[in-house]
């Protein structure tokens, strides 16, 4: 993930034709809510884990000019979540491309996004997530709506008296999802 932002990055750097001030930084909250599930037997439960995050983010332009009716931007973040109800503290990171238009003071912007959520605490509550970020700008604030598919990258199991039990991540639509950023850019570089 993090390779891939830095190769957007590199590749924005290359595609400057205008002044080296296309990468601002950002610092966002967030607040939203992916699913865990439990399953013994041929019984299966889940349940909604809410969280709350502080971000740092870069965000920068790519291909200048590509595209008439819009700009092709991209945003890079670090995050580091609270999940209240596991007491886990899992970093995300998370790389977005949109497409953004300015009309008039709004600009809006939809794209693609991908993250992923590590977890220390627990390694089999870490998961990969694929969003649809939608959003607007007005001055330097970004509030975002990323609805996101999640997919648990590992499980744990353990036997029980009435099967196995598999305790994971959901993969399901996790539709809940915001985040706000505050845009440096007097930080332009």
Do not use: K
């Amino acid at each position: 993930m993090i390779v891939l932002g830095l190769a957007l990055c590199v590749l924005a750097q290359a595609n400057a034709s205008s002044p080296p001030d296309r990468f601002v930084p950002s610092v966002g909250v967030s607040v939203g809510a992916y699913s865990e599930s439990l399953r013994v037997g041929a019984l299966e439960e889940s349940r909604g884990l809410l969280y709350s995050g502080l971000q740092l983010g870069l965000h920068y332009r790519l291909f200048d000019g590509a595209l008439e009716f819009a700009t092709i931007a991209g945003h890079t973040r670090v995050e580091v979540a609270a999940v209240f109800s596991r007491g886990h503290v899992p970093l995300r990171l998370t790389q977005s491309l949109r497409l953004q238009r300015r009309l008039g003071w709004l600009e809006v912007f939809a794209g693609l996004g991908m993250g992923l959520s590590l977890n220390a605490s627990q390694p089999s509550f870490s998961y990969l997530s694929l969003g649809l970020p939608l959003g607007f700008r007005v001055g330097p604030v970004d509030l975002v709506y990323l609805p996101s598919l999640t997919l648990g990258l590992a499980s744990q199991q353990s036997s029980t008296f009435s099967g196995a039990r598999t305790h994971r991540i959901a993969r399901t639509i996790a539709p809940f999802m915001i985040e706000l950023h505050y845009r440096f850019d007097g930080l332009r570089f």
